[in-house]
Structures are given as C-alpha cells and as structure tokens.
C-alpha cells in the first residue's frame, strides 16, 4: 500500500455520524414550534439534519463557500462534447470574475467562491484559480485509463484538505460545483460503473449534442466502460479507470466535509456522481450531504435515489457548476430561520396547543 493510499484509508476511518443527542434536541424544538405538525415540510428536516452536523439545535450559515473544482478529461477527443477544451480554462476565469451562471448568482446571494484548477489543459493567467493541478487533463479513456491509481488518490486528498481549509477558515456550509468539458462523459461512466445501470439510463446529452454526436457519446461510454471492466467494489480503481480529476477531487470534498462536520450540498449531475462515489467509500458520508436542484441530465435521478435523498428544486436546471447551490443555501437560511426565530406555543406564542393533540403523530402536514 502506496502513502497516499494509507493515508486516504486511514482518513477514511475519521468520519463519524451525526449527533444523534442534538437532532432529539432539534425534533423537540420542531414539535414545540406555534405551527400545525409538519408544516413546513423539508425545512423541518433541513433544520433536524443540520442539528446532528453541528450539534446545536439553533444554527446559522453565516459564510457559506461553493468549491468548483476544474479539469479537463483527455475522452473529449473522441467527439464526446459540442464544446472545445479552451472553454474550461476560459469559464474557471471568468468564475473568479463573477460571469459564469454560478459565480453571477453566487456573488448576488453573498456567497464565497473558490475556482480550484485540479487538471486544466490550456495555459491561463488568473492568480485568483488556485493551482492544485495533477496533470494537463486525464488521458483519453476510451484508450487507456484516465489517470493512475496514485492520480486519483492525489485529486481525492486535494479534495479533502480543500474542505478541511474551509473548516479552518470559518466555513459554515459547502458548495460543489465544477467545471470541465466532457466531464457529463466521465460521470455516466461513474455513475455506471458504481450501480450497473445502462447507457441509456445514465447518459445524456450534456451541454447539447446532435443527434449523431449524441449516439457517438453513448457509444463512446460503453466501448470505455467495457474495454476497462472497473471494479465497483474499489472505488478508487473506477476513478482512476474512467473518472476524471474534477470528480475525484470532488469526492474528497464531499468526504472532507463529512469529516469536518460541515453540511455540503450537491449540485447537478457531476456533483452528485462524486457525491454517490463518496457515499461508496464512506456510507456515513451521506448524512452530511443536502441536495439542491434536479439536474436535467437522466443519470441523475438514479444517483439522487442511491443517496437516499430528494431534490428540493425544480427548476429545468442543467448549467452545472456549482449552479444550484447558491439557491439551496437561501433554503438552508429559511430552516434555520424558521428553528431559531418561531415563537414557541404557550407563553411565547399566546397559543394553547392542545387542539392538535389528535393530529400529532399523524401524517396530516408530512411531506
């Protein structure tokens, strides 16, 4: 076993569960809130979950941080995307300038952003990008893995050390975000290889494809996924076979978190590949993961399901890059407000409670 193989492995064995005491805590509250039962559907839930992160009933994301993490992936040769490579490096700097769908919404909702170059190809110069680059992109994947299994053990603990700066700077929640043309190609390959699902099933045409080059991608994915035999047993190996270094680095992020006891919320399609990748390597850290929009792409309904949670917007979304965080904070705030600021039936509230002792316990508000 490699050092950064130990390492990640024994890393792996820090995540713990949520706080199980405070999320009592936190369900008590709820149900002492002057509100019929259930009422506020999801927000009661997100404010619950949010307690067994923290291990406090009352919480405030005052500094909130989306990480977009951006490569490039060498499969982009085989005709895979409509857009040429040059776009990542270019949309990473226009990120740090707030002028991609994801950093305009960001900056609007006061967010922090940090543009992570993790496998970019083309040469740029924009000091804002922080440089944690493996390699000049993966290799092409429908000829030869995408990286080495050292590679992919890199990005996941560069991901890692990303969400554990963020704790030590303060950061009360995670974005995942990304940018990296053909990396819709390496997540239906994720996606696959971890579940067994089809082609079909998991691919889509990411940002537009014709009809031609549509069938060329789907294609392309089951020659790589056939040609490599990825084992869905070691994630690490599915990865590095035919992952790319944005996805892996964002499954260190997602682990990070879950570490750092720091809620991290899922993005779209590439996010939720690295999200259910984390999950496979670490079952507990799904219970630190918050969903945002529903992503377009068709892959990631079956992704959303494996991690056993449901998408709070539906907006037609499939932008990526850390798009629907932004929005999923301001939902998280409304949780937290509702928690913290209700009034409390009996003398806070004025209100006898007791006419709802015969819909307590029932379905009635439940979502």
Request: hydrophobic share 45%; aromatic share 4%; glycine share 10%.
């Amino acid at each position: 076993m490699s050092d950064r193989e130990e390492r990640f492995t024994s890393f792996l064995k820090t995540i713990t569960g949520p706080d199980e005491a405070a999320r009592r805590l936190a369900e008590e509250r709820q149900a002492a809130l002057a509100k019929p039962p259930g009422s506020l559907g999801k927000l009661e839930e997100i404010s619950i979950r949010l307690a067994g992160i923290t291990g406090k009933v009352k919480n405030s994301l005052k500094k909130k941080r989306i990480i977009a993490l951006c490569a490039d992936n060498g499969v982009v040769e085989e005709g895979v995307s409509s857009s040429p490579v040059s776009v990542t490096a270019a949309q990473a700097v226009n990120m740090t300038r707030h002028k991609t769908g994801m950093s305009s919404i960001a900056a609007a909702f006061g967010c922090e952003i940090q543009v992570v170059d993790v496998g970019i190809k083309c040469d740029y110069d924009c000091p804002l990008v922080l440089n944690r680059s493996i390699a000049k992109g993966t290799k092409n994947l429908h000829k030869e893995p995408a990286m080495t299994r050292e590679q992919a053990l890199t990005a996941l603990l560069t991901g890692i050390e990303l969400a554990q700066q963020a704790k030590e700077e303060g950061v009360d929640v995670i974005g995942v975000g990304e940018m990296g043309i053909g990396n819709t190609t390496t997540s239906s390959l994720v996606l696959m290889a971890l579940t067994g699902i089809s082609v079909e099933q998991a691919t889509g045409r990411g940002g537009g494809l014709t009809d031609a080059a549509f069938a060329v991608k789907k294609r392309i994915i089951s020659e790589s996924l056939a040609l490599h035999k990825p084992d869905p047993k070691d994630v690490v190996d599915v990865l590095s076979k035919v992952g790319g270094f944005d996805i892996a680095a964002m499954c260190g992020v997602f682990l990070g978190a879950a570490a750092c006891r720091i809620p991290v919320v899922i993005d779209g399609f590439i996010s939720v590949a690295a999200a259910l990748a984390a999950k496979s390597l670490c079952p507990l850290s799904a219970e630190y993961m918050f969903p945002s929009h529903a992503s377009f792409e068709p892959g990631y309904s079956e992704a959303i399901k494996q991690l056993g949670l449901t998408p709070w917007l539906q907006l037609g979304m499939r932008l990526g890059e850390g798009s629907g965080c932004p929005i999923a904070f301001a939902v998280m705030d409304a949780a937290c407000a509702a928690m913290n600021d209700m009034a409390l039936f009996g003398e806070e509230s004025e209100i006898d409670d007791s006419y709802l002792a015969e819909i307590r316990g029932k379905d009635s508000f439940s979502v």
